[in-house]
């Protein structure tokens, strides 16, 4: 088969495959992230059938993957969300931190990866997946809920952090030594505070440069500057996903929203194909052994993000409930653990397997924490109040303060594309979020 038959019969069955696998983890409600995974997974070396000619495309697909994935989520924020939520959400951000990152890098260090492999483990742990979780969101109907701009903000603070961790991390990786790598983070943090000014004091007019009445002037410009900063980004060893990630930050407005109408089809494509690609690069023979570690270290890590959503929601005095819930829904990792472990396995191609694994697990528990956490709590605690007698912690929660879970948003307050955020609704009871109607 002529070289270029054979690619497209491989990128067309690819394609068709991702499109298949979409629907059915969207009627079993489930991500598709696993999916796209396993499907690398069966078609990578060592898999079912493996795939020769579309590996180049594939390679290069998952790069552009990378980026608009990073652009999506820069446009979801304007600068001035960032620095505010800086200011309020910095100690959250920080036993975020500590709490899972830790995991992960005490794990590396036990399994005898050394100091790059702690560092590039530790990423995978630390970071959630606001891609699943903003999805979780939506579909539990909890956008108006009062704890979801504290999760939103902790998701910021964390998407924020990668522009120093990351060129710290591509710097190790490297075998740079003390001084090229503070020179990295030196480049990588002006680079954001540079582009944070601009943001903020000239948003208006870079939006403006970049508006167009028709879309396809306005797709070809963003994703062009898109593509030219990343690779610059990329030269300067700031990465390209963080350059990708500003490029939306500058953005705002009309320009932010018509952008994220015309890319995000493009994004859905190409993330899949950057999930596929990852599990390509990846030996399923090599997954069963670290099944063991990826178990422990899931569990461990569930209970720290639970902990650090906890804390986030009562430090904003939200009530017993929605800490819960804020805590259950930061449990996925997904797209950043990925990018992280993508960029490490060069270097220690042993935190590929278990990164995968890791992720899997993660993955499909996350959308279950996210709705069954609180109900669960919930069922503790009244299960050891009637034990303690006299119906003490069962009893039905007052009004004024059930109104602690719920709050409401502002009216006429607006988000970055400059459209009313819908008024709050109540969140739901532990019994309505059992009910079958929910599931």
């Known amino acids: 088969m002529h070289d270029t038959t054979a690619l497209l019969v491989e990128l067309g069955s690819v394609i068709l495959g991702l499109g298949l696998i979409g629907r059915f983890a969207g009627r079993i409600g489930l991500s ?11 078609f990578g070396e060592g898999g079912l059938l493996p795939l020769g000619a579309s590996e180049e495309f594939t390679a290069v697909g998952a790069e552009i993957g990378v980026i608009l994935l990073l652009l999506l989520l820069g446009l979801e924020y304007s600068a001035s969300e960032l620095v505010t939520s800086l200011k309020t959400q910095y100690p959250s951000g920080a036993v975020d931190f500590v709490l899972n990152a830790t995991p992960g890098a005490v794990a590396a260090l036990l399994l005898g990866w050394g100091p790059v492999g702690a560092v590039a483990l530790a990423g995978v742990t630390w970071i959630s997946s606001s891609g699943v979780i903003a999805k979780v969101l939506t579909d539990l109907g909890r956008l108006g809920n009062r704890e979801t701009p504290v999760i939103l903000g902790v998701l910021v603070i964390e998407d924020l952090s ?11 990786l490297a075998g740079v030594g003390l001084a090229g790598g503070s020179i990295a983070l030196l480049i990588a943090l002006g680079t954001v505070g540079f582009v944070l000014y601009l943001a903020l004091r000239h948003g208006r007019l870079i939006s403006r440069a970049v508006s167009s009445d028709n879309p396809e002037m306005l797709l070809l410009v963003v994703l062009g500057l898109t593509v030219l900063v990343a ?14 990630f500003l490029v939306g930050i500058a953005l705002s407005g009309e320009v932010a929203e018509g952008a994220r109408k015309l890319l995000t089809p493009l994004r859905d494509l190409f993330a899949a194909v950057f999930f596929v690609f990852f599990g390509l690069s990846t030996n399923p023979a090599e997954i069963p052994p670290v099944l063991l570690p990826a178990a422990l270290l899931a569990v461990v890590t569930v209970l720290t993000k639970i902990a650090t959503g906890w804390y986030a929601a009562r430090r904003a005095g939200i009530g017993s409930r929605g800490r819960w819930r804020a805590g259950g829904t930061l449990v996925a990792r997904g797209e950043f653990s990925i990018v992280i472990a993508g960029l490490a396995v060069a270097t220690e191609p042993r935190i590929g397997p278990i990164a995968t694994a890791y992720v899997l697990i993660l993955v499909i528990v996350g959308p279950l924490t996210a709705r069954w956490t609180q109900p669960v709590v919930a069922k503790i605690q009244a299960w050891r109040g009637r034990d303690g007698g006299a119906g003490k912690g069962s009893g039905t929660a007052k009004s004024s303060s059930a109104g602690k879970d719920v709050g409401t948003a502002r009216s006429g307050s607006t988000g970055k594309d400059g459209g009313e955020v819908p008024a709050a609704r109540p969140a739901p009871t532990a019994q309505e979020e059992l009910a079958p109607d929910r599931l």
Not at 32 to 42: F, N, R, V
């Open 231 to 244: 690779g610059v980004a990329q030269e300067l060893q700031v990465s390209a996903a963080v350059g990708a």
């Open 162 to 172: 990668m522009a120093v961790y990351l060129p710290l991390l591509t710097a190790m």
């Open 32 to 42: 598709p992230i696993p999916l796209y995974l396993l499907a690398g997974l069966a």
